[in-house]
């Protein structure tokens, strides 16, 4: 097997929520399927549902999928809530920046600490519930 790409896809409430959400992080979308999922836009309309979308940011994706659609294309979630017991760890530059701005816009991140493998990170909890990590190389 050659690995590719990893990009995550997340089961989410509600993809409006969760694409305004990113987009505070700084990521933007790249497309979204609406419920009648009879194409591929890329934007969001006002008057529309959505079960699917994909945001962006540098060389980071990830994908949010309504918990409906989700669990009918993974039938091995059926019985599972939505969250995970996992951190999706990102390395960026400019993490002091990229700190302050998140807690200006009231998000609460951990406070950025030093780990013992060398890497200033800090963490935070997206609106569906899923830990964010965010990392960069200690000089």
Do not use: C
Not at 93 to 122: C, V
């Amino acid at each position: 097997m050659k690995g590719n790409k990893l990009t995550p896809n997340f089961e989410v409430k509600n993809i409006r929520k969760t694409i305004e959400f990113y987009e505070s992080l700084g990521f933007s979308l790249v497309m979204a399927v609406p419920e009648t999922q009879n194409g591929i836009e890329p934007s969001l309309a006002d008057e529309k549902e959505y079960v699917y979308a994909l945001v962006s940011k540098d060389n980071l994706e990830m994908m949010f999928q309504r918990i409906d659609s989700f669990k009918e294309d993974i039938p091995l979630t059926k019985d599972l809530s939505i969250g995970a017991s996992v951190s999706f760890y990102m390395e960026i530059e400019g993490i002091d920046n990229f700190h302050e701005q998140i807690k200006s816009k009231g998000l609460n991140p951990t406070e950025i600490k030093t780990a013992w493998y060398g890497m200033r990170e800090f963490y935070l909890r997206d609106n569906n519930g899923y830990i964010l990590g965010f990392a960069q190389k200690s000089e």
